[in-house]
């Protein structure tokens, strides 16, 4: 009896000293106590996904360039025009520091491939695995009972389920070097559009699982941040299969959707066509994101949340979160300022 009183005691007394630990951490963080920025470099590496194109493109060419780090730029095709501007970066360079591989994070086969070439790039020299960014993401267009179950699944599998899995995998290397994981979410996390519901879920769905995941890692040294870096649909090509996807949802349309939806369907898509198409890689010159994103990455202890937003952005998500459920359904109409079924049935 005395035995178990004195384990429990013991245990009690080890709770309490972990509880002190983590409020003085929390408290530490509240304060900005130890922020400084790291100095970085070749020997440092850092994974980003989805670099054919826009964003994560220009983060790759923004960690090698400007930083100078070793960078792995995950493309899902390697014959894109982005990936072979990577690659060519990889064979002018002085130093491997560029290295473009294939990541389709919907098949594991192509995860466990990465994981496993990662692994050897470790091994093999003196490096540090600095981050994991994770950026990839597709996105369609188009009211919820319009959109295909592949093309929901689509989204939910790429957004969510494969940053998952893609992050599980490589979590005992980047625990091993204490690395930090990047999230690039979206504000369609925090308030869902129309017309894009399936991709707000995995959005807000990447969100809540970041923070859990922040919460986990912190014992173990590790950073978890939450990257919102607002809309960037015209410079990269997330979503550059609409118009085709916009086909298909027409071509399963039944006659009463056809009758009921038509009209408006095509004044939406309409409005959607700049979308279309495959975009050359458009490195972004936004000085402001990129001092946000070099903070997240460098900073030894950065912010739980970085967003990139312009006034407009950030006028309107101050406006959702004071006003009632149905003023802020209004707002978020005039914040889409698209095509509504109102206004086709009244031309």
């Not at 990455?297 to 998500?317: D, G, K, S, V």
Request: with cysteine; hydrophobic share 40%.
């Amino acid at each position: 009896m005395l035995f178990l009183l004195g384990v429990r005691f013991s245990s009690s007394r080890s709770s309490d000293m972990g509880s002190c630990n983590q409020l003085l951490r929390a408290l530490k963080r509240t304060l900005g106590l130890g922020r400084r920025q790291l100095s970085v470099g070749q020997r440092q590496v850092v994974l980003v996904t989805g670099c054919d194109s826009g964003l994560g493109h220009s983060l790759a060419v923004y960690c090698y360039q400007a930083l100078h780090m070793t960078v792995i730029s995950c493309c899902h095709n390697l014959e894109s025009q982005g990936a072979q501007l990577l690659q060519q970066m990889s064979c002018a360079a002085e130093q491997d520091r560029m290295h473009t591989w294939q990541l389709d994070l919907l098949q594991p086969a192509s995860i466990d491939q990465v994981h496993g070439k990662l692994g050897e790039l470790l091994a093999g020299r003196d490096y540090q695995l600095m981050a994991l960014v994770n950026n990839a993401g597709v996105m369609c267009f188009g009211e919820f009972e319009w959109q295909l179950p592949e093309q929901i699944e689509q989204q939910i599998n790429c957004n969510l389920l494969g940053t998952m899995r893609l992050t599980r995998q490589l979590l005992p290397l980047l625990r091993q070097h204490r690395a930090r994981i990047i999230n690039v979410t979206s504000h369609c996390g925090f308030q869902a559009l129309p017309a894009l519901a399936p991709y707000a879920a995995s959005k807000a769905a990447l969100r809540v699982w970041n923070d859990a995941l922040r919460i986990e890692l912190q014992p173990y040294g590790m950073e978890v941040v939450n990257f919102v870096p607002g809309s960037f649909v015209l410079d990269s090509n997330i979503a550059a299969r609409q118009q085709q996807q916009a086909q298909q949802m027409l071509q399963a349309f039944n006659a009463e959707q056809l009758q009921h939806y038509g009209r408006y369907f095509r004044a939406f898509n309409e409005y959607l066509s700049i979308l279309g198409g495959f975009k050359k890689p458009n490195q972004l010159q936004d000085a402001a994101l990129l001092d946000k994103f070099r903070d997240a990455l460098t900073n030894a202890q950065p912010e739980t949340m970085y967003i990139h937003e312009p006034w407009r952005y950030r006028i309107y998500r101050w406006l959702f979160k004071l006003t009632p459920a149905p003023l802020t359904d209004w707002l978020v109409l005039k914040f889409c300022a698209m095509p509504s079924f109102e206004s086709t049935q009244c031309s």
